[in-house]
């Protein structure tokens, strides 16, 4: 509870205690068990990836495998060209929506305008819009104009995952910032350009870099776009690892786990790396911490 | 969506300015602003709309010349039984995985919150999961799912006999991985939440002598709800359209058990080509995602204004 937060210097060691950390630790051993698993996984040979072992000698071959054409031949996918197109895939279009997102964030910010509730809804709509709605047609109509398993089709459509994000986000963090200090520029003798540029968006610009890369993340860890709407030449890692389950075929236990790995290790990076903006990214600045 | 935070007016805007710019460009300076975004906003809303409009055809692969059908599809797809299935095992999962995350998230942020050296050190690495993409936790808890050579049954000592991902058992499962996913989700909303709290109340009604129990219930839920609610909306909105983790671990199956919406608006679009079908699916999702969306955010308004009024 609030009123009883123990701090530093303070420690307990009350039975409650004792088992409120007990009950935590086995949410602990729950949440990580499943990735030890995956990199123990990942280390395994071949004859001991369908074994329950944890003891074992281990290897880094698979990864070896996976990012070489051995790993495109058992999947028909290049793994190391489906990193490189989800990185380009996702900064491609988190800079789009950055320069887009940026000024109508800060009109929605900054000034209550006639039908900028609208826009701020209709943008949030798209967070939660069942995404096969979109897909379907434009499956489409990239087949008919040639974006089909294009990287500039995958940025279009990832615009629906990274801009309302980015817009909401930072809105909240211009809503936050005090116009006097924009006016104090003005009165300096700044235009209202040059105020913007030297005061409001140097301000912002912790929220603007943990929104980019919470963009990125979620960008980079979408899969029901690129599997509809990408083919074999533009594949990025989400679907690229789900080859090597393979079709009744043998599976590739330990290669799936060692690309499952490298997948999921860029956006753990990031997202230790700006824990402390995350609940205000996660819940679209509704909850602010 | 509004925010948690009290109501406020938004700031003015800033009446001096040099006298070059004539008052109606600065009238027109938010409009400007925004004019690429909803550029964006149509040229994404051009594709929704069509896959709307695909839900009153008879457009199939096959089908050169698509017609206006009205509402045959409709018609069509409300009276098959398989879409009801669809249906019930969407809630199924947003409510049960709704409830669980919730209840499980409130818990562990107050576990959290006694800032021990376990919690200090579990905070750091409780959002991971959430941050794997759904796809690849589903990949790797189907790995562990495996009846034979999977870590699950060995560990559980369930021998190889227990199917995870069988008729009966595969919801559940899916439901587990998405309560793995997303019950970090629920929890650092909530720690935050709580963080943000008074603690004069929390005091005042310790010195009463006032449980723990009667405290948490009485004060801090009341005053938590609109952040617990925001993250009740965000997991069920995402809940009833869900897709990655269901896709790679069952694709629907076994049979139609874990046939989700989405997935089947997939099925009938992607994979037999009947994009008019498909989208009515989807059509029909989002009227459910829409109606639930205005109702879940009419009740987080209320709760605010309660909880804002609660702290005076």
């Known amino acids: 509870m609030a009123a009883r937060e123990l701090g530093p210097g303070q420690r307990r060691f009350s039975p409650a205690s004792i088992g409120a950390d007990a009950a935590l630790l086995v949410w602990f051993v729950f949440s990580l068990f499943p990735l030890v698993w995956m ?172 929104a980019a890369l919470l963009a990125f993340i979620f960008a980079w860890n979408n899969y029901v ?64 911490s | 969506m509004t925010t948690t935070a009290p109501p406020r007016t938004p700031a003015p805007a800033v009446q001096r300015e040099p006298r070059s710019v004539p008052a109606w460009r600065r009238g027109l300076r938010p409009y400007v602003l925004s004019i690429p975004a909803v550029l964006i906003i149509v040229g994404i809303l051009y594709p929704f709309v069509l896959g709307a409009y695909y839900a009153f055809l008879n457009y199939a692969a096959v089908v050169r010349r698509p017609v206006f059908i009205g509402l045959q599809n409709f018609a069509e797809i409300l009276s098959d039984p398989a879409f009801w299935t669809s249906v019930r095992v969407t809630f199924v999962y947003a409510v049960v995985a709704t409830v669980v995350e919730t209840v499980l998230g409130i818990g562990i942020a107050l576990l959290l919150n006694r800032s021990t050296l376990v919690g200090r050190i579990f905070e750091r690495v409780l959002i991971l999961p959430l941050m794997i993409a759904p796809v690849i936790a589903g990949v790797i808890w189907g790995l562990m799912f495996n009846p034979q050579y999977g870590v699950l049954n060995y560990v559980l000592g369930l021998g190889s006999t227990f199917d995870w991902l069988g008729e009966d058992t595969a919801i559940w499962s899916v439901i587990l991985v998405d309560v793995w996913i997303y019950t970090p989700f629920v929890a650092i909303l909530v720690l935050a939440g709580i963080r943000s709290l008074p603690k004069e109340p929390f005091e005042a009604s310790a010195v009463d002598g006032a449980s723990w129990f009667y405290m948490f219930r009485r004060l801090m839920l009341p005053m938590m709800w609109p952040y617990i609610l925001v993250a009740v909306i965000f997991r069920f909105m995402d809940c009833l359209k869900i897709f990655d983790h269901v896709f790679v671990l069952t694709a629907g199956g076994p049979g139609d058990a874990t046939r989700t919406l989405q997935i089947g608006a997939y099925q009938n679009s992607i994979i037999q080509l009947q994009y008019s079908q498909g989208s009515t699916y989807m059509f029909l999702l989002w009227v459910i995602v829409f109606v639930t969306a205005r109702y879940l955010v009419s009740v987080l308004g209320k709760a605010q204004r309660r909880a804002a009024g609660s702290e005076e």
């Open chain 1, 39 to 210: 990199v123990l996984l990942a280390l395994k040979t071949n004859a001991e990836q369908i074994s329950t072992y944890f003891a074992f000698t281990p290897t880094l071959e698979n990864f070896a495998i996976v990012l070489s054409s051995e790993g495109e031949r058992l999947t028909s996918v290049n793994f190391t060209q489906a990193i490189l197109t989800s990185v380009i895939n996702c900064v491609g279009a988190v800079i789009v929506s950055l320069v887009i997102g940026i000024p109508a964030a800060y009109a929605a910010g900054r000034w209550q305008y006639r039908g900028s509730n609208d826009v701020m809804f209709t943008i949030l709509s798209f967070r939660f819009a069942p995404e096969l709605m979109v897909i379907v047609p434009l499956f489409v109509i990239y087949n008919q104009i040639g974006l089909f398993d294009t990287n500039v089709g995958m940025i279009w459509v990832l615009q629906l995952v990274t801009m309302p994000l980015i817009v909401w986000i930072l809105r909240s963090y211009f809503q936050d910032m005090p116009a006097e200090l924009e006016q104090a520029a003005l009165l300096d003798g700044y235009t209202r350009r040059r105020a913007f540029a030297m005061v409001a968006l140097p301000l912002v610009r912790p929220g603007i870099a943990a």
């Open chain 1, 225 to 288: 776009f690129p599997l509809i709407l990408t083919g074999s030449q533009h594949t990025p890692v989400t679907v690229a690892v789900t080859r090597f389950l393979g079709g009744g075929g043998q599976a590739y236990y330990n290669l799936t786990a060692a690309a499952a790995l490298i997948a999921a290790l860029p956006p753990l990076l990031v997202a230790l790396s700006i824990q402390r903006y995350l609940v205000r990214g996660l819940s679209f600045g509704a909850v602010k």
